[in-house]
Nanobody
Framework: QVQLVESGGGLVQPGGSLRLSCAAS????????MGWYRQAPGKQRELVAA???????NYADSVKGRFTISRDNAKSTVYLQMNSLEPEDTAVYYC????????WGQGTQVTVSS
């Protein structure tokens, strides 16, 4: 059974930082493209950052220079380091693993507010 479990969300003030983690089980993440998506209330789910099995990364324009995605295949974990957070970053953040089949985590809430 495949599971992606996100953690690290919470409430943070504007300008603050959070690091999200996605722990995977049931798959070998080294052969998967991994990604972080987010969905704000009333909006569609959108790609935030992705990393290929070879380590190539891409980011949404809105987070470039502020967020960093990384992976530790030995720990079956993907991370999203989020710096200089803005209220517009408030959303539920989801982890995604994609190869032939796509798997999703349950999400973790990130709230940026003073």
């Amino acid at each position: 059974q495949v599971q992606l479990v996100e953690s690290g969300g919470g409430l943070v003030q504007p300008g603050g930082s959070l690091r999200l983690s996605c722990a995977a089980s049931g798959i070998t993440i080294s052969i998967y493209a991994m990604g972080w998506y987010r969905q704000a209330p009333g909006k569609q789910r959108e790609l935030v950052a992705a990393i290929t099995s070879g380590g190539r990364t891409n980011y949404a324009d809105s987070v470039k220079g502020r967020f960093t995605i990384s992976r530790d295949n030995a720990k079956s974990t993907v991370y999203l380091q989020m710096n200089s957070l803005e209220p517009e970053d408030t959303a539920v953040y989801y982890c995604n693993a994609k190869r032939i089949t796509t798997f999703w985590g349950q999400g973790t809430q990130v709230t940026v507010s003073s």
